[in-house]
């Protein structure tokens, strides 16, 4: 027994020294010649290797490695963090146990004890500024600002304009909401992508079998990213910037000037459809939006846009302290009857044939003047 214990010893202390080997390896190393073959000389077993291929073949058992969803924001990936440290990451994890014993005990104490800081007057203070520490959005100050948004009563988030959505920013709140702004959402109801949005609605309910027979909902529509405030004009970014006046460029100008641009500008709509039988129709919609004026993290915006957003982003959020994570919110139904879903529906073929039969009640005219004049 004594001869079994003593060789499960010396191969616990054999594998420690390779793990221990292999921690000076990593830490020590340049790290630009992580990935050299032959670096350290002098482990000669090692030449057809790079240090980065001992860390992996040592630590293969010992140690994880979290691969994050593809496209993933850096406030997703510390949701995913947070899912793996809490879920699976636990099992992986060693136990702090084993080195609770007295002599780490004292020496941990010890640690305290000289690390211990002094609390002065001024501490309260310090961390009332500071605020909630689970708050992880951008800027500085979260807990003056909250308390100065208590004692001027900006507490509910409900927002009427984008002044009042900068505010509640600037204060560091969490989410704001526009539900209950009729002149938000009228804005919403008649922008252009949103108008076309709802007539495929009613066109998809009118072609509907079980309309004018049965009720019914649509549950199933897709998520609809939706781009408010209008549609820019072609051409160069940087050239409608130097030319505000020229009428090529006026729909960018007018895009700038929306109010809607700014506050939501594109946003994932989900949308909920109820129809009675009479024809009336009931549509719920609702989205969740972020109020940042960062640059885009997938490219996806040109270029001149993201420099732009990188300026005022900077700005706004990391010197003036907007939250780059405050959430924009809505949910608002509209209710039309049998009549305004069937002119949504049609309306523009309803236009198109009458126009074309205008033109050709224009054209018998003139014909009939043509043959009286003759």
């Not at 800081?117 to 500024?129: G, L, R």
């Not at 009042?164 to 989410?175: K, P, R, T, V």
């Amino acid at each position: 027994m004594k001869s079994e214990l003593y060789r499960l010893k010396l191969n616990a202390l054999i594998a420690f020294e390779k793990v221990h080997n292999m921690e000076l390896q990593a830490h020590f190393a340049p790290v630009g010649l992580m990935f050299n073959k032959g670096t350290l000389s002098d482990w000669d077993q090692y030449q057809d290797q790079t240090i980065w291929d001992r860390v992996k073949d040592t630590g293969k058992d010992l140690f994880y490695r979290l691969n994050y969803s593809s496209g993933a924001t850096l406030e997703q990936k510390r949701k995913e963090e947070k899912v793996f440290v809490e879920g699976e990451g636990k099992t992986r994890m060693v136990k702090t146990s084993i080195a609770n014993t007295a002599g780490i005990k004292k020496w941990v104490d010890q640690a305290k004890e000289e690390l211990k800081i002094t609390k002065h007057w001024y501490t309260d203070i310090v961390d009332w500024a500071r605020g909630d520490k689970e708050y992880d959005g951008s800027g500085w100050a979260h807990g003056a600002r909250q308390s100065l948004a208590k004692s001027i009563g900006f507490t509910d988030g409900n927002i009427d304009n984008l002044f009042e959505a900068g505010i509640y920013s600037m204060l560091q709140s969490g989410e704001v909401d526009i539900s209950n702004s009729k002149r938000l959402i009228k804005m919403i109801n008649e922008d252009p992508e949103f108008v076309e949005y709802e007539k495929e609605i009613a066109k998809k309910v009118f072609h509907d079998l079980r309309y004018l027979k049965e009720t019914f909902e649509i549950i199933d529509l897709p998520l609809r990213a939706i781009q408010l405030g209008g549609k820019r004009a072609k051409g160069d970014m940087l050239d409608q910037f130097k030319n505000p006046f020229s009428t090529k460029y006026r729909d960018t100008w007018k895009v700038a000037a929306n109010e809607l641009t700014w506050l939501l500008r594109s946003i994932g709509i989900i949308t909920l459809v109820s129809v009675d039988k009479n024809g009336n129709v009931k549509i719920q919609h609702k989205f969740e939006d972020t109020f940042d004026l960062r640059a885009s993290e997938d490219g996806s915006r040109s270029i001149e846009y993201d420099v732009v957003s990188i300026i005022s982003g900077f700005l706004y959020h990391d010197i003036a302290g907007g939250n780059d994570l405050m959430k924009v919110k809505g949910n608002w139904s509209n209710q039309y009857s049998k009549k305004d879903v069937e002119w949504k529906a049609n309306g523009d073929k309803i236009i198109e044939e009458g126009m074309k039969k205008w033109k050709e009640k224009m054209e018998q005219d003139r014909l009939k003047w043509i043959r009286k004049t003759e």
